[in-house]
């Protein structure tokens, strides 16, 4: 069976230093690598909105020297006429060498890597994973910080549903000394799941806060997330609690010189823009090194050596 990346938890310590030394390696010498996918076809499947990380995919295959097919509207898509994902994957891999599938049913991106003999790249199934959001971010902490382990990062917002969170809960985890600070309304709390089997069962310090600004100055790193409407049951609850957590450059007062604040976009009110021309603002910075993330993930899975 091919190779697939479904779980950020199936790459080892190794396989991440392997695809950021890759990324770096890509930063410093583009022209090496334009022409390594030529010939070769990445189909994006994204049956639910995508700004960023389809168009990074995109990019991505571009700067390989690659091509792109797109099937970006799930409604103008067989989907609609009820062909199942089993079929609709089976069908895209006769055309593409690869395929980045977002879906709003979790494990979809599974069941597709089931039944493809392609790579499957899941790009975000519900609320549950997005491993290549986390390689953007764990490119990024390495280039701000140098290193993974002895990191305190605090997570705030939609923690729940945010299924960046828990892909990079699940990266980080692996890391010596990290200590999760997990900052939510009470009703949008990390999974059960994911703080036993990931948390608790790997010994890591953590700590459940509904008070930001109480842990400000012992976070390295702040994660913002976005409370994630489209997941809520009622339309009320998200009005209740979708501005629950706003940074403004009042609440970083008492935050370290060098923070890391990072955000998985798209922002709605999460991160004043005020707070854009702050050092400390990387998200904007996320975008790019995702985009140098997948470049070497795309090599990795389709086996070519830079
Ligand atoms: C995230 C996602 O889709 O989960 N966006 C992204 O891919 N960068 C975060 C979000 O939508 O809030």
Redesign the pocket.
């Known amino acids: 069976m091919v190779r697939s990346l479904i779980d950020i938890a199936t790459l080892s310590v190794d396989e991440i230093s392997a695809l950021t030394n890759c990324a770096e390696d890509i930063i410093s010498n583009p022209a090496k690598y334009a022409h390594l996918c030529n010939g070769k076809k990445l189909a994006t499947m994204f049956f639910e909105p995508?700004t960023?990380?389809r168009l990074s995919f995109e990019a991505a295959m571009y700067e390989h020297g690659g091509s792109v097919l797109t099937m970006a509207d799930s409604a103008s898509s067989s989907a609609a006429k009820g062909e199942s994902v089993a079929d609709t994957v089976r069908t895209v891999s006769c055309y593409a060498d690869i395929i980045a599938m977002r879906h709003p049913k979790e494990g979809a991106p599974l069941v597709a890597s089931m039944n493809a003999d392609v790579p499957i790249i899941n790009s975000?199934d519900g609320g549950h994973n997005?491993p290549t959001?986390t390689l953007a971010d764990l490119l990024t902490i390495k280039r701000e910080k140098g290193r993974f382990d002895s990191l305190t990062i605090g997570f705030c917002g939609d923690l729940k549903f945010?299924?960046?969170v828990h892909s990079l809960i699940t990266a980080m985890a692996r890391y010596e000394n990290v200590k999760f600070v997990l900052i939510s309304p009470v009703e949008l709390k990390l999974p059960g799941y994911i703080r036993k089997d990931v948390i608790v069962k790997n010994n890591l310090e953590y700590v459940q806060t509904t008070d930001l600004e109480a842990v400000m100055p012992e976070l390295d790193i702040l994660y913002m997330?976005?409370v994630?409407r489209e997941r809520f049951f009622n339309e009320e609850d998200y009005l209740r609690l979708k501005d629950s957590y706003i940074l403004t450059p009042e609440k970083l007062r008492d935050a370290k010189p060098d923070l890391c604040i990072m955000h998985?976009?798209?922002r709605v009110n999460e991160i004043s823009v005020a707070i854009d021309s702050d050092p400390r603002a990387c998200y904007f910075k996320q975008v790019l090194n995702g985009k140098y993330m997948r470049m070497a993930l795309i090599l990795m899975l389709l086996g070519i050596k830079p």
């Open positions: 995508s960023r990380t975000g997005h959001q945010g299924r960046t997330t976005r994630q998985p976009l798209p």
